[in-house]
């Protein structure tokens, strides 16, 4: 089955910046990571989880939160199975434990906690 593993994670003060990693693999009956959109969620404590960024597959189309707009940034590489997202000009409030889904199978990953702190 198709399996998702964050990295990158961490503590870092404001302003300052991390890239999160998400190397999928177990993709099977012909579709491989290439044809799926990979999408960034966050989930802080005692809140929902949210939407953050997404890309498509083919176009590599991005989409944001307007709370990252601006400060994020989503890519992919197909070759890698690998999804990242750069943060840059975090803030206290970017702190939550942050998720890769894959559109379609409806596949999370388990997370890596990013804090943003002085």
């Known amino acids: 089955q198709i399996q998702l593993v964050e990295s990158g994670g961490g503590l870092v003060q404001p302003g300052g910046s991390l890239r999160l990693s998400c190397v999928a693999s177990?993709?099977?009956?012909?579709?491989?990571?290439?044809?799926?959109?990979m999408c960034w969620y966050r989930q802080a404590p005692g809140k929902e989880r949210e939407f953050v960024a997404s890309?498509?597959?083919?176009?590599?189309?991005?989409e944001y939160a307007d709370s990252v707009k601006g400060r994020f940034t989503i890519s992919r590489d197909n070759w890698k199975s690998t999804v990242y997202l750069q943060m840059d000009r975090l803030e206290p409030e970017d702190t939550a434990v942050y998720y890769c889904?894959?559109?379609?199978?409806?596949?999370w990953g388990q997370g890596t906690q990013v804090t943003v702190s002085s």
């Open positions: 889904f894959v559109r379609g199978p409806a596949v």
């Open positions: 177990g993709f099977t009956a012909g579709y491989t990571f290439m044809h799926y959109d």
């Open positions: 890309i498509t597959n083919v176009y590599q189309t991005t």
